[in-house]
């Protein structure tokens, strides 16, 4: 039987609401609790309340949220690469599909991800009835309504089924009466605060702001949400929007946007922004993603876990000339030798400005490149292949790949185009997993390797099986929820 202490300390998760207080936006950081009933009252408050919300945001992809590990780590773009016996095998798990209920980084993920959504829903529970002038009200609403979406869409695309919690939990014992939703029952939820938030969120901020949801994300993530369910027609509505708004444009040059002070940068829809020698508002992705035994060399201070590193799987999958290669470095120089260990030179070589898991590098969300792949992929679906709109919005990111203009493609070829320059372009941002898991391509795709290459190449030395294209749902939930939450098959 579960104590009442453990009920209690999980619970939190779900209740816990921090206030942020400070002038700037990207310099506001967390204070001690606060209790609800002597809080949103003002501006003030509701805008304290979202940075907090943001802060969750930050902390899903980096800190406590591991993203890059459960979704960059579980495809056939990067691998674990720690020497062993280093006490990483809850990573080294994942990698290679062994994962168990009780792996520390899916439960801190599933954590992560409900506390983001807590703190959205104590926010919208709040505001109508609040004195807050009415474009703020639809501005905050609007901001809390994009944050949860992201926050679900995660966690459906991650464990399937989930727990929805649209009202803040104020009662501990009945939260553990709360099973998993549908999956389509989530994908509804998400799509219905994103339909409403593009009513509400303002297209763009001033600079003190830049990071907040704008019109532009909440459409480009309802688009995403569209493919992912294969429903194309809506999908490339929503694309389009973005496309046609010139707010967005790609950086002429593509090693640019991995450089120092790329925040809120025209290609940049929507970032996790970190601030560098800030006490704990930067973020680990340099110390994760820097080679083993590469200290004060591919980074200035703290340690290099080589958690996150490229395969020679994506390495090789580069054609001649494509100047996007360059993003993953094959080593570094120590001294007089030249030490063979594959990084990303987008998080590892950019400067830190700060000590260990202090870095002002930001995770890219969503990038307009994307947008335009993901615009020619729902386009060619619709039509039953590529027209001039889904031919212009490839070749846009190929030709600043310095890659020539695709023509003359069937649906199938131009299918087969698309999804390898989505690959290309972003390999380590978060997208390869969702991709292959979108396409129905995920099995077939990464088995083909283990064939061609076993762990060398893609991390996995063995077929994976069809049930582990979803996370188990970590076991700390399903036991302080049992019988309401039931575990996934095969695990």
Known sequence: MISKNIKIAVALVILAFFGTSCEDFLESKPISQIGETDFFKTESDFNQALVGAYSAFAQVYSGNGYYPLLVDLRSDNTTELTAGGDGNDAKRNIDEFRETTDNEHLTAFWQTSYNLIARCNSILSKIDGSTVSENLKKQFTGEALTLRALGYFNLVRLYGAVPLVTEPVTDIDASYKVGRSAVQEVYA????????????????????????????????????VYLTQKKYAEAAAEFKKVVTSGTYSLLPVYADLYKAGQQGNREAIWQAQYKGAANGLGSNLPNHFAPTGSEGITIPSGGAYGFNQPTEDIAAAYTTGDVRRNNIADGYQNGTAFVAAKYIRGYVERETGGGYADSGADWYVIRYADILLMYAEALNEVNKGPNADAYAAINQVRMRAKLANLSGLTYETFKAAVYNEERLESPFEGHRWFDLLRTDRALTVMNAKVASGGKSTVGISTPIKSYQLLYPIPALAVITSSPAIVQNEGY
């Not at 969120?201 to 532009?216: E, F, K, Q």
Request: glycine share 12%; proline share 3%; charged share 20%.
């Open 189 to 224: 939820q998400i799509e219905a605060d994103l339909v409403k938030a593009e009513g509400l969120v303002p297209a763009s901020y001033d600079d003190a702001s830049v990071g907040r949801a704008t019109l532009g994300v909440a459409q480009s993530l309802l688009g995403q």
